[in-house]
């Protein structure tokens, strides 16, 4: 089949009157300059699918619920209280329906491949499913059912806090060992069977892995995508330095073969010494800027990173609200506000276009991807944006979309299937209401 852009962003930049030859899933060819034909599907303005390199899709369920004061003074832990009580009560068949209904508004969203930190393993008693991967495969599922790519990323979770504390009963359903995470891990290789699927791994964090089980971990899975939370809360860094003198990045770099296929996630709280050595180790800066503002996390230090050629990606995180652009304007708005400046995330040019092509690079490299362009041989992951107003002035829709008025995702290509028309995905309605019944049982 064919499309037939007005606009579309090339690896070299924006074009007019682009034609893509799509094939298997797949873009075949690119050929700007091109008439449409009557046979084209026709389309405003033509992007790459954003990779989202950072979910929790169950945490979808509850978007919204945490907003209302509590008795004393909320944080970050108190929402992770409230966050633990959902996360014991979902079952296998409510975990697929709120994935399916969170990868929907993904793709709605613009966004085409999910990498998912998946934690919520075991039964509500917290000992393993028969099958146990059986929450990783209804995430599998779920993305197979919407057509969203998926890089799965099982997550090891063995301690409660710094130096191998033990656990909490509210974390019982995350638990592993290193026997059995490797169980877990197999049985995720069994479950995931599309081509354009990537199955990686994260401790979940300094808290949850010890440096032991880390570096074991990175060795007995090299070359996958490992990801990391890492130093989001004051609290987090000031029990890092309690335990062992070191920041949670400082003592991560110091302790862990960090390189490109590493993610951090957060990395808010940082010193310039540990700013320049994420930037030196070639790992990608997990950014989850809605939700850093949500839970009250802090500003990342942007400018000195993208400095020193630091790799960022975004990502949706607890999936309070799902969009591209909320996240880049967010994590561009959060530095102008703490540097009382204007156009920070970028060089030159516009910063909406270096905001998303710098999160699509680094998304791609976070997750396993392969790199998203409109370009022969790359997926056919596309997203087509719509101006009302039809101003036809490509160079500036990247920072309309982000920071403006009225533009929209209308359509979307998930491996060349049209998943999203008109801006709603085709099974919209079908796992709209399998999500319903389940959250009005829940909440
Ligand atoms: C999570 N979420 O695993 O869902 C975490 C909270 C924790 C974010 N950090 C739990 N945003 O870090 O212990
Ligand atoms: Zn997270």
């Known amino acids: 089949m064919r499309i037939h852009a007005e606009a579309a962003l090339l690896p070299d930049g924006w074009h007019q009157n682009v034609?893509?030859?799509?094939?298997?899933g797949v873009i075949a060819a690119v050929t700007p300059g091109q008439p449409a034909r009557p046979e084209d599907t026709r389309v405003q303005a033509l992007i790459p699918g954003m990779p989202n390199l950072h979910s929790h899709a169950f945490q979808r369920g509850f978007s919204g619920l945490t907003e209302t004061r509590g008795p004393g003074q909320d944080s970050f832990w108190t929402w992770r209280e409230m966050m633990y009580r959902f996360a014991l009560q979902l079952d296998p068949e409510g975990m697929q329906a709120i994935a399916a209904m969170a990868a929907v508004e993904m793709l709605e969203a613009g966004y085409t491949r999910l990498g998912e930190f998946h934690y919520l393993h075991h039964a509500p008693d917290g000992h393993p499913y028969a099958d146990p991967a059986e929450m990783s495969g209804r995430i599998i599922a779920a993305a197979e059912e919407t057509?969203?790519?998926l890089t799965h990323l099982p997550v090891f979770y063995a301690h409660g806090g710094f130096g191998g504390a033990a656990a909490n009963d509210g974390q019982r359903r995350f638990l592993h060992?290193?026997?059995a995470f490797d169980r877990l891990m197999e049985r995720c290789q069994v479950h995931l069977t599309r081509k354009q699927d990537r199955l990686g791994l994260a401790p979940h964090s300094l808290r949850a892995a010890t440096p032991n089980e880390i570096r074991h971990l990175a060795a007995r899975w090299p070359g996958r995508p490992f990801h990391i939370h890492i130093a989001e809360q004051v609290k987090e860094v000031e029990d890092s330095l309690a335990h062992s003198g070191a920041r949670p990045v400082e003592f991560l770099l110091d302790q862990a073969p960090v390189g490109p296929d590493w993610c951090l996630i957060h990395a808010t709280h940082l010193t310039g010494t540990e700013v320049t050595g994420i930037?030196?180790?070639?790992?990608v800066a997990g950014l989850c800027p809605v939700t850093e503002a949500n839970l009250g996390d802090g500003i990342f230090a942007a400018p000195e990173?993208?400095?020193?050629?630091?790799?960022f990606g975004i990502g949706t995180d607890s999936n309070v609200a799902i969009s591209v652009a909320e996240e880049l304007r967010m994590l561009e708005y959060s530095q102008r506000l703490a540097h009382l400046g204007?156009?920070?995330?970028?060089?030159a040019g516009s910063t909406g276009l270096a905001l998303f092509n710098a999160a699509l690079r680094g998304g791609a490299q976070a997750l396993g991807a392969p790199s998203p362009e409109l370009a022969p041989g790359?997926?056919?992951?596309?997203?087509?944006?719509?101006?009302p107003m039809e101003l036809s002035h490509a160079e500036s829709l990247l920072d309309r979309w982000i920071f403006g008025h009225g533009i929209a995702v209308a359509d979307v290509w998930a491996a060349g299937a049209h998943v999203v028309q008109d801006g709603q995905h085709h099974q919209r309605d079908l796992i709209r209401h399998a999500a319903a019944k389940v959250l009005r049982k829940l909440i």
Do not use: M
Request: glycine share 12%.
């Open 342 to 347: 204007r156009n920070i995330c970028t060089d």
């Open 279 to 283: 930037a030196q180790s070639g790992a």
């Open 305 to 311: 990173f993208l400095a020193q050629g630091g790799v």
């Open 19 to 24: 034609a893509l030859d799509l094939k298997g």
């Open 147 to 149: 057509g969203i790519a």
């Open 177 to 179: 060992d290193l026997d």
């Open 378 to 387: 790359a997926p056919a992951d596309l997203v087509a944006l719509e101006d």
